[in-house]
């Protein structure tokens, strides 16, 4: 039997993302690595998050818990009120196909699609009659409307991270989630993707977490967050200047 998805809880000032003592043990070639250890966070809605800190950290890990694309060894996850936890894989996948936009530092985007074919495809899975309306205003927002047809191999770096940005945003979810969205591309780039991400963010008002070893781009976050041997070590401004 298909496992149903709970619909968000609909709370305005509740917590978008709520972690109690979240762990991470994964196997090891000399036994199991802790790489996350006792994480408890909450993000409220709207708000703007960047986690920052060394390779190896834990950073990229605590967002794929985010977004379910990781499991807790122990502790709660919840996301718009939906223990992430307690949910199947069909149905996680089908939560954060409808709730969260996941952006990455590669583009991972289908290479025998068009642009427009790549965008469309979440609304297709959801069975949106109107997904290629969508997805050519989503890129024409992007600054795409030329390169509707043109395939991934056929676009620059910007290009694709953008396609790959309107395909996060085309849904309207209330989270998105970014892992060094700016780590492949070079500084102009990587500045008018910077705008691009705050610019959902205020188009849509949804909750923004993103990793990055980017000073500037941490410093447009509402909060900074620093990660250290799989621990949180710092919040706010000291973070904000750790990441520098």
Same mark, same amino acid.
């Not at 109107?130 to 309306?133: G, I, K, P, V």
């Given at each position: 039997m298909t496992q149903p998805v709970p619909a968000p809880k609909a709370a305005s000032d509740?917590?978008?993302?709520d972690l109690v003592d979240v762990r991470l043990t994964l196997p090891g070639n000399a036994g199991p690595v802790e790489i996350l250890r006792g994480i408890t966070l909450s993000v409220n809605r709207g708000e703007?998050?960047?986690?920052?800190?060394?390779?190896?950290?834990?950073?990229?890990?605590?967002?794929?818990?985010?977004g379910g694309l990781e499991r807790a060894t122990a502790?709660?996850?919840?996301a718009l009120g939906q223990d992430l936890t307690a949910l199947g894989e069909d149905a996680l996948a089908r939560f954060r196909r409808d709730n969260m936009g996941v952006v990455f530092q590669s583009f991972h985007l289908?290479?025998?699609?068009?642009?427009?074919e790549n965008v469309a495809v979440p609304l297709e899975l959801a069975g949106k009659p109107?997904?290629? =309306?969508r997805a050519a205003a989503e890129l024409?927002?992007?600054? +795409?409307?030329?390169r509707l047809d043109h395939y991934p191999s056929q676009l620059s770096g910007g290009e694709q991270q953008r396609v790959a940005l309107a395909r996060a945003a085309v849904p309207r979810p209330a989270l998105f989630l970014a892992d060094e969205p700016?780590?492949?591309l070079d500084a102009s780039n990587g500045a008018a993707i910077m705008d691009l991400l705050f610019g959902l963010r205020d188009r849509h008002g949804a909750t923004l977490v993103l990793v990055t070893h980017a000073p =500037?781009?941490?410093?447009?976050?509402?909060?900074?967050?620093? +990660?250290?041997?799989?621990?949180l070590a710092e919040t706010g401004a000291a973070a904000a200047r750790a990441a520098e």
């Open positions: 509740a917590a978008v993302l703007t998050v960047g986690l920052v800190g060394p390779s190896g950290s834990g950073k990229s890990s605590l967002l794929m818990l985010l502790g709660q996850v919840k289908i290479p025998t699609m068009t642009a427009l109107d997904a290629f =309306d024409q927002a992007m600054g +795409l409307g030329h700016t780590g492949n =500037d781009l941490a410093a447009r976050c509402d909060r900074v967050i620093r +990660l250290a041997d799989g621990r």
